[in-house]
């Protein structure tokens, strides 16, 4: 069983949660997924089985969706409503909608982030959350990521009661983004604590909710002989690089593995970017531009050396 499963992935699962529930229910140990959940988050959830496990890092790179709220009057822990409450602010004039934008557009584009410590991130071979369990902090690295959009999508609600403020708002994002920090950082700009109330994964890798199942969809689809239904197959992974289709002398080659010229491949000029080798109509390489020989294209990753 080979292809791409877009799982809905479901509150109060972690990630691995649904990687493990599917090797069981798929019978096969070859599983893996596309881009981490938080387990209060809800969404599409980019699932790699057996030779699609080969393109995971490549859905992982691709755009991601999101709508979620942002509460201003306290921070938590972990920066969204599963935390404990570390900061309090009352909120005695709630913000208008122009400072709220004002303080989003600030985050479009490429930023720099500092991850959370209750993330996944590595420093010195332990990842932040263990060091969060443990009640350290530690210096944690900052990192280069790209926002496309970050706007408010209702009328901000003031709860005067609780002096609290909150919106929803969709953003569309690059590979590492936080949107916990998101919306701790806007907060900070407005100069108010602030946590990420709620979130929704809207679309990872080109998959929206439309096409997306559910765990227990997945179960029925197996017990019903139809999993093939709602399998994509493992080519739409590369879909965002230049495809070339090989002929049988070439397709020889490149199963072997060979560094070849970039005319070989019928190409007008030497790319710069890798390219998705198809033969038969199915992928079966990614070439690269070889630093080390002029002209010449190398394997970047073998996706199968045998076509059906």
């Not at 002096?163 to 983004?177: H, P, Y």
């Not at 108010?192 to 679309?203: E, G, I, N, Y």
């Not at 090989?246 to 491949?265: C, E, T």
Request: with cysteine; net charge neutral; aromatic share 8%.
């Amino acid at each position: 069983m080979d292809g791409i499963l877009p799982l809905w992935k479901e509150r109060g699962m972690t990630s691995h949660d649904c990687v493990s529930k599917l090797r069981k229910i798929l019978h096969t140990k070859k599983v893996g997924h596309g881009g981490t959940l938080d387990p209060d988050v809800d969404g599409v959830l980019p699932i790699c089985i057996g030779k699609g496990t080969k393109v995971i890092e490549f859905l992982t790179d691709s755009g991601k969706e999101y709508e979620g709220e942002i509460t201003l009057g306290y921070a938590t822990t972990t920066e969204d409503a599963s935390g404990e409450v570390v900061q309090r602010d009352t909120i005695k004039t709630p913000f208008s909608s122009e400072e709220i934008d004002q303080a989003m557009q600030s985050f479009v584009g490429e930023i720099v982030q500092v991850p959370p410590m209750y993330s996944a991130v590595k420093v010195n071979g332990k990842r932040l959350y263990e060091y969060a369990r443990e009640g350290q902090t530690v210096e944690r690295p900052q990192r280069k990521v790209q926002v496309d959009s970050f706007v408010r999508t209702n009328a901000p609600a003031y709860q005067e009661e609780q002096q609290l403020q909150s919106w929803r708002f969709k953003v569309a994002c690059g590979k590492g983004v936080y949107v916990r920090t998101l919306a701790v950082d806007t907060g900070k700009v407005l100069g108010v604590s602030a946590h990420m109330s709620d979130l929704t994964r809207t679309k990872s890798a080109g998959f929206t909710k439309e096409p997306s199942v559910t765990l227990d969809q997945v179960k029925k689809a197996v017990e019903e002989d139809r999993i093939n239904d709602i399998l994509f197959p493992i080519e739409y992974g590369v879909q965002g690089f230049q495809r070339v289709d090989i002929s049988d002398d070439l397709w020889q080659k490149v199963r072997n593995g060979m560094r070849l010229p970039y005319q070989a491949f019928q190409l007008a000029a030497m790319p710069t970017e890798p390219v998705a080798v198809f033969y038969q109509n199915q992928v079966v390489s990614l070439y690269e531009p070889n630093k080390n020989e002029t002209n010449k294209l190398k394997p970047l990753k073998v996706l199968q050396n045998e076509v059906s």
